[in-house]
């Protein structure tokens, strides 16, 4: 099953109404996110028939290469096309931090995802890419299980500084928590 199944749940079944694409290419994203790769790729495919400068499908086309036997450098190939063919879109950037990810690169697939969500902020893909990221990633604390209640807490707090403006809110409230604490001990 696909590590992007979940978004059916996570968006309620409306995931391919925010996307920018086709119609078509939205039922070949469908259809991949239902679990069936091999077809998924038989529609990209099809779809790259008919527009070969159709970004989006290849990029749909390079997760599913991913996806389904795990040939990484034909879909980084494919991936990176699609980036070629239109480099403000976020949907080659998207895939090639997918194929990353489950390549196990995990720094170089968190470079393309944050590209991708500087180009589109709210595109439901890149919630799949985060949550492989997030899981992929080793805790914050090697030595203690993933499941510790000190690595889920830190492993929390480093998901939700991802942004410049959530660091710079922590960083903040630390050098408050800090003044406070010397405050009262001096």
Known sequence: MSELSHLLE??????????????????????????????????????IDENPRDHEALAGLAVCTAEDGGRFMTAE?????????????AAGYIALGYIHLRGSRLEEGYRYLMK??????????????FAI????RPPVIADLSRLHPVNRALGGLRTGLRSPTH??????CLAVTIYMASSLMG
Do not use: C, N, W
């Open 10 to 47: 996570f968006r309620a079944g409306g995931f391919t109404t925010d996307m920018f694409a086709s119609p078509a290419v939205q039922a070949a994203y469908r259809v991949m996110l239902e679990g069936d790769i091999p077809e998924a790729e038989v529609r990209f495919r099809r779809i």
């Open 167 to 172: 660091r710079a809110v922590g960083l903040g």
């Open 116 to 129: 991708a969500k500087h180009l589109a902020p709210r595109d439901p893909r890149l919630a799949a890419g």
């Open 77 to 89: 190939k494919l991936a990176q096309q699609s980036v070629k063919l239109a480099p403000k879109s």
């Open 133 to 136: 990221y997030d899981r992929e």
